[in-house]
Structure formats: structure tokens, C-alpha cells
């Protein structure tokens, strides 16, 4: 059977740009038809934004890479397009087990609320994500939508300029150069693009080796992540075991530092891992296998004049937490809508610098956390180890010691506390929705509430009457007026022990003010703050 990554989405066509004799400008070009690439290109084209994705490449991703998507992104995925078929054909999951030699020491939930139209997590191979990503991308071009997909366009070389980017482009058919207003860079943590530019990452790559053995089996394992400290087939170092479609397991086994990669890539020593792990007589296929270091590393600048960095190109993360596909998914959701403002000429270039310093703070959270499950999972000294070892001894017995556990903190939504383009805040509401935080769903009458909240900023009044015609600097603000009791759910996230709120959100579904009574200056004048129009 053909396999989905063996088979050209988006195979080489000539375009028109090819055949003028000067380059032709777009206003957004993307380099890198990866997950983060393809949904900042739909993005901007759903809102109407002319956008060129470029890839050297004319296919999906071969192997699962990327396969934990969190609750947040789906929620993104959602308003993309793709959130749905994604869910339908991933594995839900939401409970986790953690195993310290051959004994279980306890079990998690990441979702033991109800009210939320999206899972805490799915598991899903990255080409099927990606393939959902393209048929999304088909759909909006047989729309009309302005969107151009080109497989087998590599750049070889690119070029700074005050009001924009050249690029040189190679191409079955030769080369040919094209102009960008902006170009988003989102061609993965070997980023020729920052290559190109001259520019590196900042941070820690640890001594320590991991192989990925996509294994296709029929198993009765349930669906739940499963993570070994010291197991007894894999003495001294840990192992993960993830359950994803089409009988696919992904299995990570930790192999050490001082290692000969080419041998444990070896099928007849994969394989030796395998038995030893699900029994001599365990019959299964290798799909696709790697080899991975842990790093926790950044851009130090996400933005570079014209040139924006997203994804595993700006930052990188060890994959245990599921930090890296999710934390790039919110860099595009935060990116776009900016970029739109901007080329709309309706908030000026310096909002951009606020992509810089939000995803930059929420890469140092990604960090922050892998870092402290890399030194958790791969202790550095004996000291260290018997810490590790004396606190999993005791989450098996006391909850205290549970938290301590860090067999990788799982991707939780970013928050932008201290951003510029916060504005006002009430303690009376409820302090998981203060400015800066994501929009939580809930239950409403119609359906859900983040269904409700589109690419646009938005006006949440609950139980109190506002303004629909909401206008600054060419900015509408869309209102939706709701019930303090559409849901149990929705009065205890929103209101609290409030009788009435107003909740601005922005086009990312981030708040930006709230209050406890309507006033239109104030809302227009969080607005200004919030765009970037308002001086400080």
C-alpha cells in the first residue's frame, strides 16, 4: 500500500512568476511547507492576505516526527480549518502513567474538567497532519482565496532590504527571483534561511541520545502515555511509549551519549530493543526510525528587519512536553494577525516587535520547562540520580513528591502577562482570564464559545448591553453579546462570583482588557493599546 508520505501533494507546476523579466513582489512569502508554514499561509488566506509558500521538497514529512497535539493548538487548528478531521482521525488521550523500574508510581489526567469541545491531547504522525493542512489549502484556493502552494522551489539566496526581501529561487526549470513585502521563515530547526542571514541559536544542546522507533503492531496496550525511569529492558535510562493511528506505537528508547549512531540504527538492533521491550515473541514492522539529541535552544530575535522567524526555526525544544510543533502553532496564531494590521497599513511596523518579544517569552517557558525535564530524565551525577531516584520512591506513596516527577511537562497555552499590549484588568473576575491569557472554552447555547471567536478582535459582553459598531483606526471590533447562564461551565471561567463582565479578545483569542461594566472609550482606547497605535 502506498503510504501517504511516499506520494507528491504539492509536485512542481511552473508559475507566472517565472516568465516576467523582472521579479515579481508579494506582499508575504513563507519559506517551508512544514506544519508551521502551512498554517501561517492559511491563516493569512482566510483573512485574504496573498501568501507564496516556497518548499524544496513536494510531499508530506516522512515519519510520525511531531505526534502530541495539546488542547490550544487544536482549538487554533480549529479556527484554520483543520481541528476537526485532525481530532477525528488522531487517538485521544488524556491520562498519563509513569514507571519507575518495573512498577507503576502513579497516573495523571490533563483534562479532568468537563465543558471543552477539544481533547487535552491527540496523537497524530505529522504527515497526516500535514496532509490535512494541504487539502485545507486545496479547499481555500477552490475558493478563490490568494494562496500558491510551490513544491520544488528552493531558495538559494536572500536579501535584505528596507521595504523588502529578495529571494532567489531554484526550480526544475532553473532559477528565478521573487520579491517579499515580509517573508516568514518557518524551514525547521536546520533553517537555511537563518543560515542565509548569517544568524544562530542561543542555548544548551545536552549529552544524551534517544532513538525513535515508529513500530507498527496490533497491540492492546491502552491509549495513554506511558513513560519508564530505569526500566528492565532498558536498564539506566528511560523509555516513552505513545499509541498513534493505523497501529502505529511510537516507542522512544534513551541510548546514552558516547554512541556509534549508524549501528543502533541498525534494524537487527532496533529490533533487540523491541523484543527486549514487548516480548520474543512480539511480531511488528519498523515504519521509520531516528536518531534525536535533547536541545533547548533560540533565536535571540524572532524578528529580523523584513524577515520573521517561526516554529522549530526560531526555537527548539527536547521532545518530551510536546513543546515544539504546539509552541510554533501559537507563534503563526500570534504572528498573523499583526502582519495583517501592519500590511493593512492599520497599526504601524512596531507591533511586529511585539511577536518578537511575546513568542520570544513564551520560547523561554518551552526552555525553561524541557530544560528541567532533560535534567530530570538524564542526570548529570550520581548525586543528581539518587534525588531523581529517592523522589520517584516517593511520588509511588505520597502525593506530595508527584509534582517533582518531570518525565516531560506537557505544552500548556502560552500566556503574555507582561505584554505592552495588555490593557486594563479587574481583580473581581476570575485570575485565569487576566489579560494576556488565551480565551478558555465553555459551553454555550449555539455550540461553543471559541467557535464563536473568529480572526477579528472581539467584544465578549456577558449579561450587560454594548456597542456594535466599534470602529478605531479602520479596526472593528465584532460583539457578541451573551447570557451570565448559557452554561454552568461559561458563568463559573468568565464571571466568577461577578454578576456581569466585558472581555476584549484579540484576533489570536488572547484577552487583551477586561472590566466588570461597559464604557466605549475604554474599550476603544484598549484597542489603541492593544494594536500598537496607542503611544506609551
Known amino acids: 500500500m502506498t503510504k501517504i508520505f511516499e506520494t507528491p501533494l504539492y509536485p512542481y507546476e511552473r508559475n507566472a512568476d517565472q516568465d516576467q523579466t523582472s521579479p515579481v513582489r508579494h506582499p508575504v512569502v513563507v519559506i517551508g511547507a512544514g506544519p508551521v508554514g502551512l498554517a501561517a499561509a492559511i491563516d493569512l488566506a482566510q483573512q485574504d492576505m496573498p501568501v507564496v509558500v516556497l518548499d524544496d521538497n513536494d510531499r508530506v514529512s516522512f515519519g510520525s516526527r511531531a505526534i502530541c497535539f495539546a488542547k490550544r493548538p487544536l482549538e487554533i487548528l480549529d ?27 502513579y497516573e ?17 504522525q505529522q504527515y497526516h497532519l500535514e496532509a490535512f493542512l494541504v487539502d485545507r489549502i486545496r479547499q481555500l484556493q477552490a475558493e478563490g482565496k490568494p494562496l500558491d502552494l510551490r ?23 532553473g532559477p528565478y527571483n521573487l520579491e517579499a513585502e515580509w517573508l516568514i ?68 528508547f534513551q541510548i546514552g551519549w558516547d554512541i556509534d549512531r549508524d549501528k543502533e540504527l541498525e534494524e537487527d538492533n532496533i529490533k533487540r530493543r523491541l523484543h527486549a521491550m514487548l516480548g520474543e515473541d512480539a511480531r511488528f514492522e519498523l515504519e521509520w526510525t531516528s536518531i534525536y539529541t535533547f536541545q533547548c535552544r533560540r533565536m ?16 527548539q525544544v527536547s521532545p518530551f512536553g510536546a513543546r515544539g510543533a504546539n509552541s510554533g502553532f501559537q507563534d503563526t496564531d500570534n504572528l498573523v494577525w499583526k502582519l495583517k494590521l501592519v500590511l493593512e497599513g492599520k497599526a504601524p511596523d512596531s507591533l511586529l516587535d511585539t511577536y518578537n518579544s511575546e513568542r520570544v517569552a513564551g520560547a523561554e517557558e518551552n526552555i525553561l520547562n524541557s530544560t528541567r525535564s532533560t535534567e530530570f530524565i538524564t ?15 516517593l511520588a509511588e506513596h505520597y502525593d506530595f513528591a508527584r509534582p517533582m516527577v518531570n518525565s516531560g511537562r506537557l505544552s500548556v497555552p502560552c500566556i503574555y502577562s507582561d505584554s505592552t499590549l495588555n490593557g486594563p484588568d479587574t481583580s473581581e473576575l476570575p485570575a485565569d482570564l487576566c489579560p494576556g491569557t488565551p480565551a478558555v472554552d465553555a459551553p454555550i447555547r449555539d455550540g461553543w464559545l471559541l467557535d464563536r471567536l473568529g480572526d477579528r478582535f472581539q467584544l465578549l459582553a456577558i449579561g450587560v448591553n454594548a456597542d456594535t459598531d466599534l470602529e478605531s483606526n479602520g479596526i472593528s471590533i465584532e460583539t457578541l453579546l451573551l447570557s451570565p447562564d448559557e452554561s454552568p461551565e461559561f458563568s463559573s471561567r468568565y464571571l466568577g462570583k461577578a454578576d456581569q463582565a466585558v472581555y476584549l479578545i484579540r484576533p489570536d483569542q488572547h484577552i487583551s482588557a477586561r472590566w466588570t461594566d461597559y464604557d466605549r472609550a475604554a474599550v476603544l482606547n484598549a484597542l489603541q493599546t492593544a494594536t500598537g497605535n496607542k503611544e506609551v
Request: proline letters at 6%.
Open 151 to 173: 513544491g520544488k522551489n528552493k531558495v538559494d539566496a536572500i536579501g535584505q532590504h528596507d521595504d523588502h526581501v529578495t529571494l532567489e529561487i531554484d526550480t526544475p526549470d
Open 79 to 105: 479556527r484554520l480549518g483543520c481541528g476537526e478531521p485532525m481530532v477525528e482521525k488522531g487517538v485521544v488521550w488524556d491520562t498519563g502513567k509513569v514507571f519507575f523500574g518495573d512498577r507503576q508510581i
Open 300 to 315: 535571540e530575535s524572532f524578528r529580523h528587519g523584513r524577515v520573521l522567524f517561526a516554529g522549530d526555526a526560531a526555537h
Open 379 to 393: 542526570p548529570k551525577s550520581e548525586t543528581s540520580r539518587i534525588f531523581r531516584d529517592a523522589v520517584l520512591d
Open 185 to 252: 521563515a518557518c524551514d525547521g530547526a536546520n533553517s537555511p534561511t537563518r543560515r542565509m542571514l548569517g544568524l544562530d541559536f542561543v542555548g544548551q544542546v545536552f549529552e544524551d541520545n534517544f532513538l525513535i522507533a515508529d513500530t507498527v503492531m496490533a497491540a492492546d496496550f491502552p491509549t495513554e502515555r506511558w513513560f519508564w525511569f530505569d526500566p528492565p529492558f532498558n536498564r539506566g535510562q528511560s523509555a516513552l511509549l505513545h499509541k498513534q493511528p493505523d497501529n502505529v506505537w511510537r516507542i522512544d
Open 108 to 124: 495523571f489526567n490533563l483534562l479532568p474538567e468537563e465543558g471543552h469541545k477539544n481533547p487535552a491531547f491527540i496523537n497524530l
